[in-house]
Antibody, heavy 125, light 106 residues
Framework: VHLQESGPGLVKTSETLSLTCTVSGGTVNNGGFYWTWIRQHPQRGLEWIGYIYYTGDTTYNPSLESRVVISMDTSKNSFSLELKSVTAADTALYFC??????????????????WGQGTLVTVSS | SYDLTQPPSVSASPGQTASITCSGEKLGNKFVSWYQQKPGQSPLLVMYRHTKRPSGIPERFSGSNSENTATLTISVTQAVDEADYYCQAWDSGTVIFGGGTKLTVL
């Protein structure tokens, strides 16, 4: 499976960041995976933003929940990220990834076995 | 919120063993995954379910998890292993990443 992010590389402060992840070699309409957005601030670690299931159910990072919407377009085999009211602190490399999850004895494993190449989004006035 | 703690840096000489730890409360009860990230590249899954290696990951990579600490071990470390390594777990519906460890192969 191949994932490819697309969207503007520059967003103005207070506006909405919008990115799309197009999936090839597999379908997003598949209950075996959660489709995920992850970001990485410059020279920093990874931060999980949230994910969407094929049913449309979503879960978001509590620290971003008030500003994030993740949606899916099965006709385009893609899923998207919207992050509202952005500031310079949202400048980061944004990745989409596939969570090949697993459940066992009430515990869940989340593992990201396919990633996009990442797209750098800069927020500036 | 749940936290995963990693040492900022670890070093090893070529041919030696490098161990990278990841600490969290009752981490032994959770499934831990590990990722390798080289400069300019996307993260690569190198270990999951504590001890399982994805296809294509060399056997010199191994993992363990007990009580509050998970460990990624790289035996016979090579220069190509120099990278940032992140642990990751799932907790209460959310995904948590450790802060990352920079492995330097001297």
């Amino acid at each position: 499976v191949h994932l490819q992010e697309s969207g503007p590389g520059l967003v103005k402060t207070s506006e909405t960041l919008s990115l799309t992840c197009t999936v090839s070699g597999g379908t997003v309409n598949n209950g075996g995976f959660y489709w995920t957005w992850i970001r990485q601030h410059p020279q920093r670690g990874l931060e999980w933003i949230g994910y969407i299931y094929y049913t449309g159910d979503t879960t978001y990072n509590p620290s971003l929940e008030s500003r994030v919407v993740i949606s899916m377009d099965t006709s385009k085999n893609s899923f998207s990220l919207e992050l509202k009211s952005v500031t310079a602190a949202d400048t980061a490399l944004y990745f989409c990834a596939r969570d090949n999850y697993f459940y066992d004895s009430g515990s869940r494993e989340s593992k990201f076995d396919s990633w996009g190449q990442g797209t750098l989004v800069t927020v500036s006035s | 919120s749940y936290d995963l703690t990693q040492p900022p840096s670890v070093s090893a000489s070529p041919g030696q063993t490098a161990s990278i730890t990841c600490s969290g409360e009752k981490l032994g009860n959770k499934f831990v995954s590990w990722y390798q990230q080289k400069p300019g590249q996307s993260p690569l899954l190198v270990m999951y379910r504590h001890t399982k290696r994805p296809s294509g990951i060399p056997e010199r990579f191994s993992g363990s998890n007990s009580e509050n600490t998970a460990t990624l071990t790289i035996s016979v470390t090579q220069a190509v292993d120099e990278a940032d390594y992140y642990c990751q777990a799932w907790d209460s519906g959310t995904v948590i990443f450790g802060g990352g460890t920079k492995l330097t192969v001297l």
